[in-house]
């Protein structure tokens, strides 16, 4: 017993001895850089391989790797909906997940965009808008990593989802009234992704515009301009 009493005093000093954790003085663990939500992250990210290895398999043309590549893009697509809510619940946050997960999307989505074009299933120019807006966003995300993190917004998630539909339905070897589908989802998807794409814009340059400010100059001391420089004592 007094062992231990000596012990406790040893580590945390008397005053200290027998007091719970506190919550707000006691430090607090860092976040892991390698936890459950970002390994889900860099999952995604290998699977874009395999996907577009699927994809052009057989040229395209086989119902059987075409469905394979539906598969592990679905697959890929249900981890960005669970990556985000577990590290939210699980308090798992981390930059290297903000920056990560938007990156492993546009892999996702801009491999699925250029392989489904290549194949003439669509066509180009919607391809061209959706990866020129996420290069765009992915420049302005680098330009301001130095002052502040910009995490995919609501409207971000919306795009990509509306994105990841509208290719699941091209993806999969569904004819008739799916690919009207696939059409309509897409072009709602354009329109999100513009939109969110001006909105990034705008969220990087008043990130900008705060930080480069400079901070105003301290007011001059009034009992010295009062005093000014002695002249007429």
């Not at 663990?29 to 970002?38: E, G, K, L, S, W």
């Not at 590549?69 to 697509?77: K, P």
């Not at 696939?182 to 329109?191: H, S, T």
Request: no cysteine.
């Amino acid at each position: 017993m007094t062992d231990r009493i000596r012990r406790a005093v040893d580590e945390k000093g008397i005053a200290n001895v027998g007091r719970g954790p506190d919550h707000i003085t006691d430090p607090v663990d860092p976040v892991p850089v390698v936890n459950i939500a970002n390994a889900l992250t860099v999952f995604r990210i290998l699977l874009v391989p395999v996907f577009l290895v699927a994809l052009f398999m057989e040229s395209g043309e086989s119902t059987l790797w075409r469905t394979i590549a539906t598969v592990v893009f679905v697959v890929a697509a249900l981890t960005d909906r669970y990556d985000g809510r577990i590290a939210r619940e699980r308090g798992l946050i981390t930059d290297f997940g903000k920056m990560a997960d938007p990156i492993a999307d546009k892999a996702l989505i801009g491999g699925a965009l250029v392989g489904l074009s290549i194949l003439g299933i669509l066509p180009w120019w919607v391809t061209a808008v959706i990866v020129a807006r996420e290069v765009w966003v992915t420049s302005l995300r680098f330009w301001v990593l130095r002052h502040k993190v910009i995490p995919a917004s609501r409207g971000g998630k919306l795009k990509t989802l509306l994105q990841a539909v509208a290719i699941g339905l091209y993806l999969a070897p569904l004819g008739g009234g799916w690919h009207l589908a696939a059409d309509i989802v897409m072009g709602l998807a354009v329109v999100v992704t513009i939109y969110t794409g001006l909105d990034y814009t705008w969220q990087a340059i008043k990130v900008r515009s705060s930080t480069d400010t400079p901070d105003p100059e301290p007011a001059p001391d009034k009992r010295r301009a009062v005093g000014g420089t002695g002249a007429g004592r």
